[in-house]
């Protein structure tokens, strides 16, 4: 394949990457506040957000791959899979293998979620909220058109977007009134399963 | 079967929603592989990469500053050794 070929789809791919886990970003963040309308069923939110999960970690592998198969960058599957080993640009070329482990740890968990339980699933969910300014330092610290004004105006609207998504996480009051209560009966529920 | 009426109708709006995830699922997927091709369009146009000829020798083709994709033209020995165009790109992801 032409090396050039390679080199422009990685770029459009880490590009749509971003735009795709920020997406993911913000959907977490609204079926967290349980977002729901006359048209927009609260499971719509819920699934949407595993379902563009699962489409970056395919856009994300399609960015790795074409990266490391291109003969000119000689990168080598071990800068793709071990965190800042890469002789190019080690530290942020490392920040998007962490990023990209991170939300293979967050999907893995997400499908076991019946296996390892609530507590476990939502620690390690957590996770998301480091992965998305790693991938995104990422970007900055590594990609050949973050100083292109198109893709300056992409970077603002992925940041502003999970910006208000997480503000609006942080400011709204709980959406559950019964949040404290289902997750005592959730606690007593486990106890009982494991004794 | 007055209770039926409701819940047909909770079945037909879930049915509905169902419909509408598989949709907007498929609209995403799509619009991501269009997404691949137009930003991939657009990086080259913006940052088009060096091209080389068969001495080795690179001469810049940007159109713009291209300072990311610095630490990449640099390399001479791949440069060389590329496709039988003499061409060959630089840069980064």
Same mark, same amino acid.
Do not use: I, K, V
């Given at each position: 394949m032409n090396n050039t070929i390679l080199w422009y789809t990685t770029r459009g791919a880490g590009t749509v990457s971003l735009v795709l886990l920020s997406t993911v970003v913000v959907l977490g963040v609204l079926s967290s506040l349980r977002f729901e309308s006359s048209s927009w069923p609260r499971f719509l939110t819920t699934g949407l957000h595993r379902n563009v999960a699962l489409t970056t970690l395919v856009f994300l592998a399609l960015h790795i791959v074409t990266a490391v198969v291109d003969p000119f960058t000689h990168l080598g599957w071990l800068a793709a899979l071990v965190?800042?080993?890469?002789?190019?640009?080690t530290f942020w070329l490392g920040l998007g293998v962490i990023a990209f482990e991170l939300l293979i740890a967050i999907s893995v968990t997400s499908l076991a979620r019946g296996l390892i339980g609530h507590s476990a699933w939502r620690a390690i969910h957590w996770l998301t909220y480091a992965s998305w300014p790693v991938a995104v330092l990422h970007g900055f610290g590594t990609?050949?058109?973050?100083?292109s004004a198109w893709m300056l105006a992409i970077d603002l609207v992925c940041i502003l977007a999970v910006a208000v998504a997480v503000s609006a996480r942080l400011i709204?009051?709980?959406?559950?009134?019964?949040a404290a209560d289902r997750a005592r009966f959730r606690e007593r529920v486990t106890r009982k399963v494991t004794r | 079967m007055q209770d039926s009426k409701p819940n047909e109708t909770r079945i037909r709006a879930r049915e509905a929603a169902s419909r509408m995830l598989t949709t907007v699922t498929a609209g995403v997927a799509f619009g991501a592989i269009a997404g691949v091709g137009l930003f991939g369009v657009v990086s080259a146009y913006t940052i088009p990469g060096v091209a080389a000829d068969s001495t080795g020798a690179t001469a810049s083709t940007s +159109? !713009?500053?291209?300072? +990311? !994709?610095?630490a990449l033209q640099s390399s001479s020995t791949t440069v060389g050794s590329s496709t039988s165009s003499g061409v060959a790109v630089s840069g980064g992801s």
């Open positions: 965190p800042f080993s890469s002789y190019y640009r990609g050949t058109d973050t100083w709204a009051r709980p959406p559950d009134p019964l | +159109t !713009s500053t291209g300072s +990311t !994709s610095s």
